[in-house]
């Protein structure tokens, strides 16, 4: 699989909207959550399909995710990071780690009906945007989140974004069995197959992760350092963090 990963960066011919005679956008912190089921031969991932009206990547199939949330580092959690992967997260970031982690929940949430976390008595205040984890008394829980990598949107492109890829086993994150369900932001949302997601319309840094992903689960003795892929004045740049 890792020879179909030429490159996690997309090229100016791969079909996304291109600027260019002005300034380039501010990259916004991001946070995007790569759920792995075990329950069949093969393991399987959650994906969907973003709407053709997005700017940022639209038609194409990626894992949920979103932009990070001023509020989101106010969430409670049933548990925090693991130290190894909040360490990891604070490398070249002025950002809490706990709130891209927060982040990544949401928008699972938000993106498909899935709720990572655990029951319990919650609060009636909560920060905003969390409304319907206290209406359901869920606490998100952060300690079964991986950190995956870190790819920053290059600068041609409309919308640029600082994302964090999580990754997490669906038995052991999800508060139940229910099925995903299809909403404004994904539709076609399905548990696939690594091979199968790799026949599928992606951007190259969703490509690039599965990859990662791959690699996780065909040697998950070995130590796995997180990738960053970003621009520089050089061009394109990936370290290990």
Not at 124 to 143: K, M, Q, S, T, Y
Not at 152 to 169: K, W
Request: aromatic residues 8%.
């Amino acid at each position: 699989m890792s020879g179909m990963l030429k490159t996690a960066f997309d090229k100016e011919e791969d079909g996304d909207v291109v600027i260019k005679g002005k300034p380039s956008p501010r990259p916004k912190d991001a946070a995007t959550l790569i759920l792995v089921r075990r329950d069949q031969t093969q393991p399987r991932v959650l994906m969907g399909k973003r709407a053709g009206t997005n700017a940022f990547m639209p038609d194409k199939y990626v894992f949920p995710g979103g932009r990070v949330d001023p509020h989101d580092g106010k969430a409670l959690a049933w548990e925090e990071l693991h130290p190894e992967v909040e360490a990891k997260l604070r490398l070249q970031s002025r950002r809490l780690p706990r709130s891209m982690a927060l982040t990544a929940i949401r928008e699972l949430f938000e993106e498909t009906g899935l709720i990572m976390g655990r029951s319990a008595e919650m609060p009636d205040a909560c920060p905003i945007g969390w409304e319907d984890f206290h209406r359901l008394d869920v606490v998100p829980n952060l300690a079964p989140l991986t950190f995956i990598g870190r790819a920053v949107t290059p600068p041609y492109r409309p919308r640029r974004f600082d994302a964090r890829f999580f990754m997490a086993e669906a038995e052991e994150a999800l508060i139940d069995e229910r099925p995903p369900v299809d909403g404004a932001e994904l539709s076609d949302l399905q548990w696939v197959t690594l091979a199968d997601a790799m026949k599928l319309d992606l951007p190259s840094v969703t490509r690039f992760m599965l990859g990662e992903i791959a690699e996780r689960l065909a040697k998950p003795q070995d130590a796995h350092r997180p990738p960053f892929l970003r621009w520089t004045r050089t061009g394109h740049q990936t370290d290990r963090l």
